[in-house]
């Protein structure tokens, strides 16, 4: 194990540059009742420096999130009848998917049995670095072994008692162990596993980050699908899959404390930590320039 303390930087931006040099992010997430946390990956991903940020969702509540994101693009997938995201949607998917640097799947997908086998399928299927967080990790919660046949990086983001059900333990149990249930969890399916908390842990199984960032008022529901998006807007701006998760581990953490020196803990809601990535950003390259 070696402890990473340093923070990956974000290569500069050429004056010539365009938004194809910044990553082209498919988010696939969403469902009835659920449309926000589509929404918020999708934007998070744009304020983390994404150029090119597409959400797919279900066919019936496509109109409610392209009235959210204005700046995302949006694409209606074929859905279940609960309005899940269905795999019969798969080969379409697929296909539409390679245009595309980064895949991010999970937030509000909900845990029809139809979109659990697209989300196996296209773990096991999509050749692009795939964000992994919510229902696309429950959904992985009975056959884990998926990951290891994986044709490119997975990057998980699981709150305790989603790595719990994953690595077959009690919460209580990955509480206690934290940083050794990452680190066995991550080396065993050849994943980068961010293990939200206090104290987030990043690790690839050989490194481990342990996060300075955050606060309790990031408690919230919403916080995550913003993580998704930083980590997926990382990997399309260059950086690995490590080093993205590392980064957008620790800018969210930097967004949220922000918030809540503007807003308090107890009434910050995860939008909050959304707008603040902005200046998250900004006091890194201030920090660069000071060094």
Known sequence: MRKITGLPEL???????????????????????????AAMAGTAALRAGAGLVTVGTPRSVYPILAAQVA????RPLPETPVATLSDRGFSGILRFAESFDVVALGPGLGRHPSTTRLVHQLVLNLPKPMVLDADGLNALAEDVAALRRAPAPRILTPHPGEIARLAGLSAGEVQQSRKQVALRFARENRVVLVLKGHRSIVTDGRRVFVNPTGNPGMATG???????????ALIGQRLGPFEAAVLGTYVHGLSGDLAAKQFGEVGLIATDVLEFLPQAFQKLAAGKRNR
């Open 11 to 37: 290569p500069p931006r050429r004056a010539d540059s365009h938004k194809g040099d910044y990553g082209r992010i498919l988010v696939l997430a969403g469902s009835r009742g659920m449309v926000g946390a």
């Open 71 to 74: 700046c995302c693009t949006t």
């Open 222 to 232: 919403g916080a995550g699908d913003v993580l998704t998006g930083v980590i997926a």
